[in-house]
């Protein structure tokens, strides 16, 4: 009896083993199952700052910030105040509420490119309606993405797809319909060669380009610059040359790898046609977001003839949680966890190397992961090339010494303004040892 309060409360162990019962392989996103680096996953019962407590009554550093949005720390008082205030007033409409508006107002104003957005509740929901959109204003039908790049479970994007398809050495998704996948281009990130290769013997038919912004989930590959321009400038005016869009995704990226993205990182003379946005615009709730030039933006429904729709999209618990954690996101802010990921990037950095440790530590504005191989990665089969049997004694020795790092070697670390020195330090000190316990292989 649950309510019992004499009833101890369900270990991780515990809830893991029900959760097999009702839940495939017990969770409801496959990372989170531990299934590349083994063991138990820990229940999550709350969290604050920078730390997480588990069911057991363990604490960790958190290194995950659930996969990005958290980066002002679990449970920032103002983002909690912001959602419980706007709980109160009614938890859904189905009808245009205020936060809709200053979401989009604050999105637009803070990265050049939009001119307008549509919410929606995840950044797959926001890849999928932006692929639908450069098909439909094009009238074509392929897109070209890049292997190891991940844009959430999107049909026709899982190939060769990035996070829990790369931990899981899967090269798509079964399920995925052969007419779908003919649509589907797949190419070496960086490869500018057999980009121009593809657009001049298929550039008619090509609607869109996507590419993750700044790849992160193969782990951190920055866009290579070539002779002065940057790939996803390459991007931009290989697809205009050929009347094809460029989707720029910003999910992870956005509000994170800097103020303005990757964006903000690639200089500017260019632009993405179209952007997609998750994670931290929502402050830990499920909001995503799609956007880009007003005449593209036209042609969704009612005014246009591209369906797109939500039940929740645009929720008011959502933007006052977006909103909040995007007022916290200023230059102090950026500013701190660009001088932690530095300090973790470095202190990483020299404790593989003491114990010996092939690595390499890859970053793009505070954006970083690190690679157990000693050369630099500039592609998937790069990536995948590593040790991943270091990386699983390196991440159990810092799970057991209270430090949770994400359970896979193909992801970014996450850090928020809540990472302090003084919670750094717990990682630093779990450090030494658990690179010795990566080296004994
Ligand atoms: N695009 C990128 C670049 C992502 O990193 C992710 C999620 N990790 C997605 C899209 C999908 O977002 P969601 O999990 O919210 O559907």
Known sequence: NASDPRTPAPTSAELFERALKVIPSGVNSPVRAFGSVGGNPPFIVSASGALLRDADGREYVDMVGSW??????????????????AAGKGLSFGAPQPGEVLLAEELTSRVRPLEQIRLVNSGTEATMSALRLARAATGRDVVVKFAGCYHGHVDALL????SGVATFAL????????????????????????????????????????TEAAPANMGVVPPPVQDGTGFNRFLADTAHAAGALLISDEVLSGFRAGAEGQ?????????????TFGKVIGGGLPVGAFGGRAELMRLLAPAGPVYQAGTLSGNPLA??????????????????????????????????AD??????????????SVFFRDQPVHTYEDAKDQN????????????????????????????????????????????????KAAAQG
Not at 190 to 210: N, P, V, W
Not at 355 to 368: D, I, K, Y
């Open 68 to 85: 990005g949005p958290m980066i002002l720390g679990h449970a920032n008082p103002s983002v909690v105040e912001a959602v419980r205030e």
């Open 159 to 162: 190939a060769e797809a990035g």
């Open 171 to 210: 090269p798509g998704s079964a399920g995925v319909t052969a007419a779908t996948a003919k649509d589907t281009v797949v190419l070496p990130y960086g490869d500018r060669e057999a980009l121009t290769e593809l657009f001049s013997q298929r550039g008619g038919e090509i609607a869109a380009i996507i």
């Open 263 to 275: 964006y903000g990182i690639d200089g500017e003379g260019w632009e993405p046609d179209l952007m």
């Open 319 to 352: 933007t006052a949680a977006g909103l909040a954690t995007l007022a916290g996101l200023d230059d102090a802010a950026y500013e701190t966890i660009s001088r932690a990921s530095l300090a973790v990037q470095e202190a990483v950095a020299s404790a593989l």
């Open 355 to 368: 114990a010996g440790v092939p690595h390499v530590v890859q970053s793009t504005g505070t954006l970083f």
């Open 388 to 435: 991943t049997e270091a990386f699983t004694r390196f991440f159990h020795s810092l799970l057991e010494q209270g430090v949770h790092l994400p359970p896979s070697a193909f992801e970014a670390w996450f850090l928020s303004t809540a990472h302090t020195d003084q919670v750094l330090d717990r990682l630093f000190e779990a450090l030494p040892a658990a690179a």
